[in-house]
């Protein structure tokens, strides 16, 4: 599954990520020869391998405990907590990991329920972590029982059919289990009684979580067994992501609207472009901070992130006609973090004068430096000009995102580069890149293995030159450093 070489039939016990058996026997000769721990050289392969992370949602009515059970998950306070529903954040999604494995968590817990009213708000909550997730961590307050809402969550939650598991929360000791046991009417198996805020009873539920959790998504994008590319359209409100989708369909398949934020949920859309089938995600638009908005606006940030966790690329929509937002950045952030392909697409084009253009370029390289790597295409999404332009942008980010350096290649490289430009002296230390290996593609992942520390600006400029080398255009880079550690200092 995901992009492990040898993974059909082989039924190894070893995940050696992208890597084949033959490449991977002597990388780990290497790996002795220069002092590692082979136990350790293992993991760091295995971890950087490890493809698309399965997806666990913790889903909830208001005050039931859901964002400090996900800081507790995470293992540090990063959802914000606080006594009133509707207190969100900018992130919804954290990499967490136990029992050494690893998966991300989507925090759902804030919404403004005046909105929607309260059984729209729970019931709109429940179906993003359907869409989104893999397994659901359902959270109820033992002390409260069994609600009428809590009801409807579990009718969304036996039609989505998702693997569940029920956490009995706010049991803080033993009287509390008795409690606990009469969430057994729910119909959703064992109650796990926990109590998120003081960590009781947490770890036998991530256990239970464990064996929910598939060891890699369902999704297995459009590989040879056959479905369409996923390709997700993400922007601010009113950007044209809907007008931009009309018009590569060559109908009218999305509702337009002047009034931002029309569209709610994803739209798929099974487009044909240049004889090759896509699957087009219309996605509602992001508006201000998460924290910002209210009611359905909520849920279409939150829409949003399941569908760039979905898709294999995302197509960023800017509006070329206004100075480049912080909205814009934190969605391209968005994508950037999720490790999927990535075209940016400055839209309304055609309406720009010279002056315009001449500070939208400079806006671009101060704002977007982070995506310089990512194909850009600029585009009208209401009059089609240089809409031909957009598959090869796909088809070159898509590329990129798959693109696989061979070790003995990567080393040739990495010794070149180290020998030409070696890491600076630090504290009487010159540490040394020694090896390195291409772990995983989909994004690319690397592991350099140094005998020192390596710092971020060193990482950046091996980044840099990897991209001049290699090519990856269009797709983010993850590279992990593990240091050689001194005989004798290992860890017990």
């Given at each position: 599954m995901n992009d492990h070489i040898h993974s059909e039939g082989s039924g190894e016990e070893h995940d050696h990520g992208a890597l084949g058996d033959a490449e991977y026997a002597q990388f780990m000769e290497l790996a002795a020869e220069e002092g590692f721990d082979i136990e350790e050289v293992e993991g760091a392969i295995e971890e950087a391998g490890h493809g698309p992370l399965p997806v666990l949602a913790v889903v909830g009515r208001p005050n039931v405990g859901k964002s400090t059970l996900v800081n507790r998950i995470i293992g540090r306070r990063e959802a914000v907590v606080e006594d009133k529903p509707g207190v969100t954040r900018d992130r919804v999604t954290y990499e967490a990991e136990w029992a050494g494995r690893r998966f991300k968590v989507v925090d759902t817990g804030g919404w403004e329920q005046d909105v929607l009213g309260i059984d729209a708000s729970v019931a709109a909550q429940a179906e993003y972590a359907i869409e989104a997730a893999d397994a659901v961590v359902f959270v109820v307050d033992a002390k409260v029982g069994a609600t009428d809402t809590d009801e409807a969550v579990v009718r969304l939650l036996r039609k989505a059919g998702k693997p569940v598991v029920l956490c009995a929360n706010k049991v803080d000791g033993p009287s509390g289990e008795a409690d606990a046991s009469y969430l057994w009417s729910l119909g959703l198996g064992e109650p796990h009684p926990v109590s998120a805020l003081h960590g009781r009873g947490t770890?036998?539920?991530?256990?239970?979580?464990?064996?929910?959790?598939?060891?890699?998504?369902?999704?297995?994008?459009?590989?040879?067994?056959?479905?369409?590319?996923?390709?997700?359209?993400?922007?601010?409100?009113?950007?044209?992501?809907?007008?931009?989708?009309?018009?590569?369909?060559?109908?009218?398949?999305?509702?337009?609207?002047?009034?931002?934020?029309?569209?709610?949920?994803?739209?798929?859309?099974?487009?044909?472009?240049?004889?090759?089938?896509?699957?087009?995600?219309?996605?509602?638009?992001?508006?201000?901070?998460?924290?910002?908005?209210?009611?359905?606006?909520?849920?279409?940030?939150?829409?949003?992130?399941?569908?760039?966790?979905?898709?294999?690329?995302?197509?960023?929509?800017?509006?070329?006609?206004?100075?480049?937002?912080?909205?814009?950045?934190?969605?391209?952030?968005?994508?950037?973090?999720?490790?999927?392909?990535?075209?940016?697409?400055?839209?309304?084009?055609?309406?720009?004068?010279?002056?315009?253009?001449?500070?939208?370029?400079?806006?671009?390289?101060?704002?977007?430096?982070?995506?310089?790597?990512?194909?850009?295409?600029?585009?009208?999404?209401?009059?089609?000009?240089?809409?031909?332009?957009?598959?090869?942008?796909?088809?070159?980010?898509?590329?990129?995102?798959?693109?696989?350096?061979?070790?003995?290649?990567?080393?040739?490289?990495?010794?070149?580069?180290v020998a030409a430009h070696p890491h600076p002296v630090r504290g009487g230390k010159q540490p040394r890149i020694l090896f390195g290996t291409q772990a995983g593609t989909k994004p690319p992942r690397f592991v350099l293995f140094a005998s020192g520390f390596i710092e971020a600006g060193y990482r950046r400029f091996i980044e840099r030159r990897l991209r001049e080398e290699f090519g990856f255009e269009g797709t983010p880079i993850h590279i992990s450093v593990r240091v050689r550690e001194k005989r004798g200092a290992k860890k017990k």
């Amino acid at each position: 599954m995901n992009d492990h070489i040898h993974s059909e039939g082989s039924g190894e016990e070893h995940d050696h990520g992208a890597l084949g058996d033959a490449e991977y026997a002597q990388f780990m000769e290497l790996a002795a020869e220069e002092g590692f721990d082979i136990e350790e050289v293992e993991g760091a392969i295995e971890e950087a391998g490890h493809g698309p992370l399965p997806v666990l949602a913790v889903v909830g009515r208001p005050n039931v405990g859901k964002s400090t059970l996900v800081n507790r998950i995470i293992g540090r306070r990063e959802a914000v907590v606080e006594d009133k529903p509707g207190v969100t954040r900018d992130r919804v999604t954290y990499e967490a990991e136990w029992a050494g494995r690893r998966f991300k968590v989507v925090d759902t817990g804030g919404w403004e329920q005046d909105v929607l009213g309260i059984d729209a708000s729970v019931a709109a909550q429940a179906e993003y972590a359907i869409e989104a997730a893999d397994a659901v961590v359902f959270v109820v307050d033992a002390k409260v029982g069994a609600t009428d809402t809590d009801e409807a969550v579990v009718r969304l939650l036996r039609k989505a059919g998702k693997p569940v598991v029920l956490c009995a929360n706010k049991v803080d000791g033993p009287s509390g289990e008795a409690d606990a046991s009469y969430l057994w009417s729910l119909g959703l198996g064992e109650p796990h009684p926990v109590s998120a805020l003081h960590g009781r009873g947490t770890g036998d539920m991530l256990d239970k979580v464990l064996e929910a959790l598939p060891e890699a998504p369902a999704q297995t994008f459009g590989t040879a067994v056959g479905g369409p590319r996923r390709i997700a359209l993400i922007g601010r409100p009113n950007v044209g992501k809907s007008s931009l989708l009309n018009k590569v369909a060559g109908e009218e398949r999305v509702v337009v609207n002047e009034l931002a934020g029309t569209t709610r949920d994803p739209v798929d859309e099974l487009i044909e472009l240049g004889g090759v089938t896509w699957k087009f995600v219309d996605t509602a638009g992001i508006r201000k901070r998460v924290h910002l908005q209210q009611g359905a606006d909520y849920y279409a940030s939150l829409r949003t992130a399941a569908a760039v966790e979905k898709a294999e690329v995302a197509v960023i929509l800017i509006d070329a006609s206004e100075s480049i937002s912080v909205q814009d950045q934190r969605i391209v952030t968005m994508a950037v973090e999720a490790g999927r392909a990535i075209v940016v697409a400055y839209n309304k084009w055609d309406t720009l004068d010279e002056e315009r253009r001449y500070y939208l370029e400079r806006e671009i390289e101060t704002e977007l430096g982070q995506v310089a790597w990512a194909p850009r295409v600029n585009v009208s999404a209401q009059t089609g000009r240089h809409m031909e332009k957009l598959v090869p942008a796909i088809e070159t980010a898509l590329a990129g995102w798959e693109t696989r350096v061979p070790t003995g290649r990567l080393n040739a490289f990495l010794g070149e580069l180290v020998a030409a430009h070696p890491h600076p002296v630090r504290g009487g230390k010159q540490p040394r890149i020694l090896f390195g290996t291409q772990a995983g593609t989909k994004p690319p992942r690397f592991v350099l293995f140094a005998s020192g520390f390596i710092e971020a600006g060193y990482r950046r400029f091996i980044e840099r030159r990897l991209r001049e080398e290699f090519g990856f255009e269009g797709t983010p880079i993850h590279i992990s450093v593990r240091v050689r550690e001194k005989r004798g200092a290992k860890k017990k």
